[in-house]
């Protein structure tokens, strides 16, 4: 059994959390409008987003 894998920039992991902000919200563009973070955890964070 393997691992799921998936592109990842190096730089990814390091980049500051508007950054990350930045590139869900282009990424999600053309579908949703990210409104505010609801909560962030260890492995997740969770945004309102209005379809």
Not at 28 to 46: H, K, N, P, S
Request: avoid cysteine; glycine fraction near 8%.
């Amino acid at each position: 059994m393997g691992f799921w894998r998936f592109p990842v920039h190096p730089l990814m992991f390091n980049a500051p959390m508007t950054e990350h902000l930045d590139r869900l919200k282009a990424a999600l563009a053309d579908r949703y409008t990210i409104q505010r973070e609801l909560g962030a955890g260890g492995m997740a964070t969770v945004y309102l987003a209005r379809h």
